[in-house]
C-alpha cells in the first residue's frame, strides 16, 4: 500500500519558513549579486508555498497575503552579518503548582484561549527569569521555579505559525494575589485536572506532563526527538 505523501497545512508552513530562513541568512552574510538574487528567488519560492498553506487552512479568505507582501516584510528583516542569521523565536512557559496539586492558567485576552503563563524571552533576562515575570505580569501570582520539563518546537507541533522553540519550566507557587494583567489576560485561576476550562490550547500536548510536575514525578526532560528525515517524515 503506497504510503500517504500528501502535504499538510503544517508541512507547508514549516518548509516556507525555513526556506524564507535560509535565504534571509544568506541575504544577511552575503557580498555576491548574483547570489543575492538567487536568495530572492528563494524568498519568492518560500511566499507562494505560504500563500498555499493559508488558501489550505482557510479556502475563502478574503485576507490572504499576498506573496509580494510577504517578500517585502522578509526583505525589511534581513541584517547584516551575525545579527542577520535567522533563528527561531524563543518563548518561556510556566507550569505553576499550587499545594492542592491545581495548575494556574490564564485566559488570552486576544484569542479567549486558555494556557499556562507564557511569553517571549526577554533580553537580559534568564530564561528561567523570565518564567517568573511572565506568572506574576499575568497572574499576579510570585513563583519559584523548581526545573525545566520540556524543550517543544512550535512550528514542528503545530501550535505556532511562526518558528519558535518552547521553553517550558515547572514552578511553585508561593505567594502574591490572582490578578487578571488588564491588557493580556480576561481570565486566570488554579484548576484541577477534572475541572479544566475550555477552550484550552493543546491539552493533549503537554497536559499530561504538567501535571506529572506538579505531583512531583520524576521525568526526563521533554524533547522533540531528531527525525532521520526532517524535511519528509
Same mark, same amino acid.
Given at each position: 500500500?503506497?504510503?500517504?505523501?500528501?502535504?499538510?497545512?503544517?508541512?507547508?508552513?514549516?518548509?516556507?519558513?525555513?526556506?524564507? =530562513?535560509? /535565504?534571509?541568512? *544568506?541575504?544577511?552574510?552575503? $557580498?555576491?549579486?548574483?547570489?543575492?538574487? +538567487?536568495? @530572492?528567488?528563494?524568498?519568492?519560492?518560500?511566499?507562494?508555498?505560504?500563500?498555499?498553506?493559508?488558501?489550505?487552512?482557510?479556502?475563502?479568505?478574503?485576507?490572504?497575503?499576498?506573496?509580494?507582501?510577504?517578500?517585502?516584510?522578509?526583505?525589511?528583516?534581513?541584517?547584516?552579518?551575525?545579527?542577520?542569521?535567522?533563528?527561531?523565536?524563543?518563548?518561556?512557559?510556566?507550569?505553576?503548582?499550587?499545594?492542592?496539586?491545581?495548575?494556574?492558567?490564564?485566559?488570552?485576552?486576544?484569542?479567549?484561549?486558555?494556557?499556562?503563563?507564557? =511569553?517571549? /524571552?526577554?533580553? *537580559?533576562?534568564?530564561?528561567? $527569569?523570565?518564567?517568573?515575570?511572565?506568572? +506574576?505580569? @499575568?497572574?499576579?501570582?510570585?513563583?519559584?521555579?523548581?526545573?525545566?520539563?520540556?524543550?517543544?518546537?512550535?512550528?514542528?507541533?503545530?501550535?505556532?505559525?511562526?518558528?519558535?522553540?518552547?521553553?517550558?519550566?515547572?514552578?511553585?507557587?508561593?505567594?502574591?494575589?490572582?490578578?487578571?494583567?488588564?491588557?493580556?489576560?480576561?481570565?486566570?485561576?488554579?484548576?484541577?485536572?477534572?475541572?479544566?476550562?475550555?477552550?484550552?490550547?493543546?491539552?493533549?500536548?503537554?497536559?499530561?506532563?504538567?501535571?506529572?510536575?506538579?505531583?512531583?514525578?520524576?521525568?526526563?526532560?521533554?524533547?522533540?526527538?531528531?527525525?532521520?528525515?526532517?524535511?519528509?517524515?
Amino acid at each position: 500500500m503506497t504510503a500517504d505523501r500528501s502535504a499538510s497545512e503544517s508541512d507547508l508552513l514549516r518548509w516556507s519558513e525555513a526556506l524564507a =530562513g535560509i /535565504a534571509r541568512t *544568506g541575504l544577511g552574510f552575503t $557580498e555576491s549579486l548574483y547570489e543575492q538574487e +538567487r536568495f @530572492e528567488e528563494v524568498l519568492a519560492v518560500a511566499a507562494d508555498i505560504r500563500v498555499a498553506a493559508t488558501q489550505l487552512q482557510a479556502p475563502d479568505a478574503e485576507d490572504a497575503p499576498e506573496p509580494e507582501t510577504l517578500i517585502a516584510e522578509w526583505m525589511q528583516s534581513v541584517g547584516k552579518g551575525v545579527p542577520g542569521y535567522v533563528t527561531p523565536k524563543v518563548a518561556v512557559g510556566a507550569v505553576v503548582g499550587d499545594d492542592e496539586g491545581r495548575m494556574l492558567l490564564v485566559q488570552r485576552a486576544d484569542s479567549g484561549i486558555w494556557l499556562y503563563p507564557t =511569553g517571549w /524571552a526577554d533580553v *537580559g533576562y534568564s530564561a528561567s $527569569e523570565v518564567a517568573v515575570k511572565e506568572v +506574576r505580569e @499575568e497572574t499576579g501570582i510570585d513563583c519559584e521555579v523548581v526545573r525545566l520539563i520540556a524543550v517543544l518546537d512550535g512550528l514542528r507541533l503545530g501550535f505556532t505559525r511562526v518558528p519558535l522553540y518552547s521553553l517550558v519550566f515547572h514552578c511553585r507557587a508561593v505567594g502574591g494575589d490572582l490578578t487578571a494583567h488588564p491588557l493580556e489576560t480576561r481570565g486566570v485561576g488554579f484548576f484541577g485536572r477534572d475541572e479544566l476550562p475550555e477552550p484550552l490550547a493543546g491539552f493533549g500536548q503537554w497536559g499530561e506532563l504538567a501535571f506529572a510536575a506538579i505531583r512531583g514525578d520524576r521525568f526526563d526532560v521533554i524533547y522533540d526527538e531528531p527525525r532521520e528525515r526532517p524535511w519528509r517524515g
